[in-house]
């Protein structure tokens, strides 16, 4: 299902940093548009940019030039309360080693988004338990992270990355860290959020995971050297 | 931010600092010991100061003494066997000191005579004064028994006597020897009352009534033992003249106090050459006693203070090893949203809430110590409300201080390292 309205939009971004006293250009002027519903798979070897790209479209980072327009936002240029305020409010993040707060319960850590968004705090119960039963967690609520494996940590991230009902769901390398078993769960709960309408942008550098995902963008030395857009 | 976001804040704050008991209990101690040493030394202080103002005051605020002083050249110095000595206030210094004087309110003369007395069976030698009814109003005391002297006694030179509580203990005498006769010398003086006196001991502001057995009033004790005493040291016998031996002189207010005080001090210059008369003025002593106690509170204040600030560099050392400790929390909290300024007041919540933690349970140490001291060595401590809200105000304010820059140093950190750390 995927619109034609374009959510993501970079147009002619780079990215240098300053090694030392050399400067490395980690993106050399990337211009493309993600449209709404589409899952957008980033692939490329190391050093390739994927990464930069990645924390740019999270917004956490800024480009050095060009522009970025997500879901209708300039927001190349914003500072970062304003950057702090997009992703709260537009994105979802799902990362490789889960990243979930090791003290706070499953229910605690889903319920995050929703405490910076202000929420009450019984209406951010309700909605954690909800999404808990969405990734099939249900029943771990008052459990630790340590106290899960590694597929239910995963399950936790993700419902976390829904909490905000975000547009856009940000994954760096969501399966790198679990069994091919676990792994392919954990896609078909993605792939089963895209069906519903959700924007995915992954970055991965398995071929097999980057074919569950309906477009791919293989990038090298900082620019996109091939793009295959699949079925709409 | 609403309250009820503070508090669940607050609430997040010690869930995350009971993770760690221990350490949370020992970055805490500082503040406790911090905050119990300011109570606690400033309790002992106020004790201490309170006790000399009391005596002080019991003195009179509004009074001016005068003493007879035997002048040292005058003493040693005769090679004749019987040697009169005389010094001391004259009859006519009170009446000068009277008429002269606007800031005069009343003027009070006292004599001493030392007496073998004789109540009953029980005979020893007595400290008494002789002196005027006013005598009662600058020195008030309670009465215990009967009445003080009246200005009827003066008018009848009748010869009475009232004893004070200690000469009372000392003849072994109660509330049913007013009424009976006390001999002095060879005199014989109605008993009429018995009034409360002062301990005094162990202090360094005498007062007047200290070790005094009796009064009587002046004309009597002048006309009946005259001016003269003889005194026996040290196998010569020695007599001396000394018309009164004390003066006080009550000013008509407080301000009057210091004017008269110098103009007095401009009199004996005058008259007494000899130095034979001291001047002591309760309200100078008890200015200096007021500022030896804001002296000592500085001190005090600043050794507590110095405690408090390792106190603080306690909990700074711990909350920046917490921050390091929580990178990867806080890079998360960062991606998912959370602004600086969202950091910065979770970090100083928690140093906030570990710092006045520490404030409370000092302050419970703190009123527990001086009640202990009081309890242990009888010395007086006075907890004042204002060193504990000064207390409690200063550990918040110390979380605040030294909780920002762990806070600022967490806020700052770019969320895509902070990420990566482990």
Known sequence: MIGSRAVIELEDVRKTYRMGSQDVQALAGVSVSFLEGSFWAIMGPSGSGKSTMLNLLGCLDRPTTGTYRLQGHDVARLGDDALSEMRLRHLGFVFQSFHLIAQLTVQENIELPLYYLGWEPHAAAERARELAGRVGLADRLGHRPAELSGGQQQRVAIARALANDPGILMADEPTGNLDSATGVQIMDLLGELNEQGKTIVMVTHESDIAARASCQLHMRDGRIERMVEGRG | ?422
């Open chain 2, 1 to 422: 931010m609403t309250a009820r976001h503070l508090l669940r804040d607050v609430k997040l704050g010690i869930k995350t600092l009971l993770l760690h008991k221990l350490r949370s209990i020992l970055t805490m101690l500082g503040v406790v010991f911090g905050v119990a040493s300011v109570i606690a030394m400033l309790a002992v202080g106020e004790g201490a100061s309170q006790d000399a103002l009391t005596r002080i005051r019991k003195l009179g605020s509004n009074n001016l003494l005068l003493n007879s002083v035997k002048p040292v050249e005058e003493q040693n110095t005769g090679a004749a066997r019987v040697r009169m000595v005389v010094y001391g206030l004259l009859y006519d210094d009170e009446r000068r000191i009277r008429e002269t004087y606007l800031q005069v309110n009343r003027v009070v003369p006292a004599k001493i005579v030392r007496k073998e007395g004789r109540l009953g069976q029980r005979s020893l030698e007595l400290r008494v004064i002789g002196t005027t009814p006013d005598w009662f109003d600058l020195v008030p005391r309670p009465v215990l028994a009967g009445r003080v002297l009246g200005a009827l006694d003066r008018e009848r030179r009748s010869s009475v006597a009232v004893l004070t509580e200690y000469g009372a203990r000392r003849l072994l005498a109660a509330s049913n020897t007013v009424g009976q006769t006390l001999r002095l010398g060879n005199q014989a003086f109605e008993v009429v009352g018995i009034i409360q006196s002062e301990p005094g001991q162990g202090s360094a502001v005498q007062t007047p009534d200290q070790e005094v057995d009796a009064y009587i009033p002046l004309e009597i004790a002048r006309a009946r033992f005259g001016d003269t005493a003889t005194k026996v040291s040290a196998g010569a016998r020695e007599r001396e003249l000394v018309e009164l031996h004390q003066i006080i002189i009550e000013a008509r207010s407080t301000a009057d106090v210091e004017p008269l005080a110098e103009a007095l001090g401009a009199m004996l210059a005058r008259w007494h050459p000899k130095k034979d008369v001291k001047l002591s003025v309760p309200l100078a002593l008890l200015r200096e006693a007021e500022a030896t106690k804001r002296t000592f509170n500085i001190v005090l204040g600043s050794i507590a203070g110095i405690s408090l600030l390792v106190g603080g560099i306690g909990i700074m050392n711990i909350m920046l090893a917490s921050v390091t400790e929580r990178t990867r929390e806080i890079g998360i909290r960062r991606a998912i949203g959370a602004k600086r300024r969202q950091i910065v007041s979770q970090f100083l919540i928690e140093t906030v809430v570990l710092s006045s933690l520490g404030g409370l349970i000092g302050t419970g140490l703190g009123l527990a110590v001086p009640a202990l001291i009081t309890a242990a060595a009888g010395m007086p401590t006075v907890v004042t409300p204002w060193s504990v809200a000064l207390s409690l105000g200063i550990s918040a304010g110390v979380g605040v201080v030294f909780g920002l820059y762990p806070a600022a140093r967490a806020a700052r950190l770019d969320p895509i390292v902070a990420l990566r750390h482990d």
